[in-house]
């Protein structure tokens, strides 16, 4: 299922589902990314999500327009 995603490494967890959208370039603003989010363009873990401020945590798996991206936290130094 997730062979095909592009991990991405987040600083801290949770992060909420439309900050991921616009910090990896998926959406041109929060606004946007709250506005596909809404309108059930956006997957998490296989499963349609509408919640703007889903709380996403390492593992999960968000997926938009085709692209799947997986969520790793860093690993401190």
Do not use: C
């Not at 910090?23 to 999500?49: C, M, P, T, W, Y």
Request: charged share 40%; proline share 1%; glycine share 8%.
């Amino acid at each position: 299922m997730n062979e095909h995603a592009r991990v991405i490494d987040i600083d801290r967890e949770p992060i909420e589902l439309y900050k991921i959208l616009k910090i990896e370039n998926l959406a041109q603003s929060g606004g946007e990314a709250k506005h596909v989010i809404a309108d059930g363009f956006v997957r998490v873990n296989g499963v349609v999500e509408t919640r703007k401020r889903k709380k996403i945590l390492s593992g999960d798996v968000v997926e938009f327009e085709g692209i799947k991206l997986r969520v790793r936290l860093k690993r401190k130094a």
